[in-house]
């Protein structure tokens, strides 16, 4: 198993919790979701416990790439979060289970069974109205839609504050690629400045403050 947390208390509690269970080894730690990335090809954990606010890449985005780089990966996502377009996207993206992480203690443990069967396991606190919504295949009204993972990761960065260089970097792409995503990303969302973008992101809940 991988833990992905950006803080280390939440990490070393979920450590010792998943020890008890006497059966789960840990193979890795991640701070962010680039190093849940690369932990996720590297070691091919057959679980990985995934937050979804994290410094650079959000768990959200970062649900993709671990699914490609180790496809048999099952992704339990541990989250504060009990907002409807949270649980959808991380579903859609293909985590296989959603945990509040006010209810994890009691619940880690079954949800750490019913994946590795190829089971969803989702917080019962999750209401019904969401894991309907989810199953439909309506289309929620959130912006975020209109944007691509890669645009989403740039938004993401520069609202954080990095410049296009350091943003570049990071992705390891071209500063003029960064340049041509955030113009794509101020098109589709009518945006202007940085200070606009840095709004929607945390409207959006993509940052916090």
């Not at 590297?42 to 699914?67: F, H, Q, S, V, Y």
């Amino acid at each position: 198993m991988v833990l992905a947390d950006d803080h280390d208390l939440v990490r070393e509690g979920i450590a010792r919790l998943v020890e008890s269970f006497g059966n789960i080894d840990i193979v890795g730690q991640a701070g962010d979701g680039y190093e849940a990335i690369i932990l996720a090809r590297n070691k091919t954990p057959d679980i990985m416990l995934l937050d979804i606010t994290m410094p650079k890449l959000r768990g959200i985005e970062a649900i993709c790439e671990i699914r490609k780089a180790s496809p048999l990966t099952k992704i339990i996502v541990v989250s504060m979060h009990n907002k409807e377009r949270y649980i959808k996207d991380c579903m859609r993206n293909g985590a296989s289970a959603y945990l509040l992480k006010v209810s994890a203690v009691h619940e880690l443990k079954s949800a750490i069974e019913y994946v590795m069967k190829d089971q969803i396991f989702l917080s019962p606190a999750i209401s019904r109205n969401v894991v309907q919504d989810w199953l439909s295949d309506a289309k929620t009204g959130s912006s975020q839609n209109q944007l691509t993972v890669r645009e989403r990761e740039i938004l993401k960065l520069i609202a954080e504050g990095h410049s296009n260089k350091e943003t570049a970097a990071i992705l390891f792409i071209s500063p003029k690629t960064v340049e041509t995503h955030r113009h794509r990303i101020n098109e589709k969302l009518n945006l202007g400045s940085v200070a606009d973008l840095v709004r929607y992101a945390i409207k959006e809940g993509m940052i916090t403050v």
